[in-house]
T-cell receptor
Framework: GAVVSQHPSRVICKSGTSVKIECRSLDFQATTMFWYRQFPKQSLMLMATSNEGSKATYEQGVEKDKFLINHASLTLSTLTVTSAHPEDSSFYIC??????????FGQGTRLTVV | AQSVAQPEDQVNVAEGNPLTVKCTYSVSGNPYLFWYVQYPNRGLQFLLKYITGDNLVKGSYGFEAEFNKSQTSFHLKKPSALVSDSALYFCAVRAKAAGNKLTFGGGTRVLVKP
């Protein structure tokens, strides 16, 4: 199946700093990618839809100024957590939809803000 | 709005016994249904999908699922569970009208005991 690569897999940062997470579709082009957040022992919560060449679409309650999304090419979307706080600590996962309609997910990024 | 319900938080089964993970959904129009598996600190791995056609869908690692339109269900099954099947399983749905946006169930943790 298609491969989506997410980097880094783990990151620890200090409060107030920004962290960038990359999501790449390695063997297919993705005009749309999705960013999810997952809390321990919970399901995935869709944060935003990343659209190549245009602004991201954010879900209700997600701060667009805090979670900056850039989809500069058909194979790369980035999520930047700005001015991170401990409550932003979470597992972030990206996905891209393949030609068969199924979503392929990155490995996830464990963010810890100290 | 589309929704997915996984009524069981956890399913325990002995190795070699049949495994069933339940999923019901609600969506406008024809559903696209998916099952994913997640191992600790990892992204989601695609198992199988129902788009159209035969109601019984076969997927990866010996898993299968049956689409039942009248009961709006898409239960995941495996005839003989392995210890290595222990993981977190997510059912997901999307309607064509919702674009590629997936809605996930809450997840079911499967524990296969030797």
């Amino acid at each position: 199946g298609a491969v989506v690569s997410q980097h880094p897999s783990r990151v620890i940062c200090k409060s107030g700093t920004s962290v960038k997470i990359e999501c790449r579709s390695l063997d297919f082009q993705a005009t749309t990618m999705f960013w999810y957040r997952q809390f321990p022992k919970q399901s995935l919560m869709l944060m935003a839809t990343s659209n190549e060449g245009s602004k991201a679409t954010y879900e209700q309650g997600v701060e667009k100024d805090k979670f900056l999304i850039n989809h500069a090419s058909l194979t790369l979307s980035t999520l930047t957590v700005t001015s991170a706080h401990p409550e932003d600590s979470s597992f972030y996962i990206c996905s891209a939809v393949g030609t068969g309609g199924e979503a392929f997910f990155g490995q996830g990024t464990r963010l810890t803000v100290v | 709005a589309q929704s997915v319900a996984q009524p069981e938080d956890q399913v325990n089964v002995a190795e070699g016994n049949p495994l069933t993970v339940k999923c019901t959904y609600s969506v406008s129009g024809n559903p696209y249904l998916f099952w994913y598996v997640q191992y600790p600190n990892r992204g989601l791995q695609f198992l199988l999908k129902y788009i159209t056609g035969d109601n019984l869908v076969k997927g990866s690692y010996g898993f299968e699922a049956e689409f039942n339109k009248s009961q709006t269900s898409f239960h995941l099954k495996k005839p003989s569970a392995l210890v290595s099947d222990s993981a977190l399983y997510f059912c997901a749905v999307r309607a064509k009208a919702a674009g590629n946006k997936l809605t996930f169930g809450g997840g079911t943790r499967v524990l296969v005991k030797p």
